[in-house]
């Protein structure tokens, strides 16, 4: 069965940091491109930040540069999102999201298997 399964998520105060990991079992992510999203109460679910099959290009939205890294390992099976600098704001279900795609760029559209999300809670 193809599964991602994200983990990491967690309770933090502001200006703490957070790891979230996502892996792959059922199938190998080297030819996927991976994307975080994010989904917070009463908000549309937005990009946060991919990274290609090749790990060679990377994007972040706006509200994270300079905070947030994506990371992969492919002999894990993984990807990560290293946070750092948490707001308030960044409140939400975070979820990974895997594109089958040789393209040197990554995209936060059109992808084929989806996780069930891990919670990350900023608050003092």
């Known amino acids: 069965q193809l599964q991602l399964v994200e983990s990491g998520g967690n309770l933090v105060q502001p200006g703490g940091s957070l790891r979230l990991s996502c892996a792959a079992s059922?199938?190998?992510?080297?030819?996927?491109?991976i994307g975080w999203f994010r989904q917070a109460p009463g908000k549309e679910r937005e990009g946060v930040s991919c990274?290609?099959?090749?790990?060679?290009?990377?994007h972040y939205a706006d509200s994270v540069k300079g905070r947030f890294t994506i990371s992969r390992h492919n002999a894990k099976n993984t990807v990560y999102l290293q946070m750092n600098s948490l707001k308030p704001e960044d409140t939400a279900i975070y979820y990974c999201?895997?594109?089958?795609?040789?393209?040197?760029?990554?995209?936060?559209?059109?992808?084929?298997?989806w996780g069930l999300g891990t919670l990350v809670t900023v608050s003092s």
């Open positions: 999201a895997a594109l089958h795609s040789d393209s040197y760029y990554c995209s936060f559209s059109g992808m084929d298997y």
């Open positions: 990274i290609s099959s090749s790990g060679d290009s990377t």
């Open positions: 059922g199938f190998t992510l080297d030819y996927y491109a």
